[in-house]
Nanobody, 124 residues
């Protein structure tokens, strides 16, 4: 089982930036960032394959968010720029050892281990 700990959430005004961190304990292949707004389903935001560094992004965040990892592969970051009110939600990182296609990479059902989440609020 992989342990995941998120941090870096907070409250920002529209147009602001935040960087989320996900510390990974254990062996895994893919790390994904997901978010869930009140009353809405959990949705994929960005994922990264830790070895190949292949990344996938959801359309609403392309060009604004960047997923990356440190050299050791023990921490994954989500840099969020030009934040909008619709980016508000609880952000979770998740781990998977499954093989997945581009269309599967942002699906929560492909991930087995989840962190506790960190809240992001974008409001003026």
């Amino acid at each position: 089982q992989v342990q995941l700990v998120e941090s870096g959430g907070g409250s920002v005004e529209p147009g602001g930036s935040l960087t989320l961190s996900c510390i990974i304990s254990g062996v895994t292949s893919v790390i994904g960032w997901f978010r869930q707004a009140p009353g809405k389903a959990r949705e994929g935001v960005a994922t990264i394959h830790l070895s190949s560094m292949t990344t996938w992004y959801a359309d609403p965040v392309k060009g604004r968010f960047t997923i990356s990892r440190n050299n050791a592969g023990s921490t994954v970051f989500l840099r969020m720029n030009s934040l909008k009110p619709e980016d508000t939600g609880m952000y979770y990182c998740a781990a998977s050892r499954r093989t997945m296609t581009a269309s599967q990479a942002l699906g929560p059902d492909r991930y087995d281990d989840w962190g506790q989440g960190t809240q992001v609020t974008v409001s003026s």
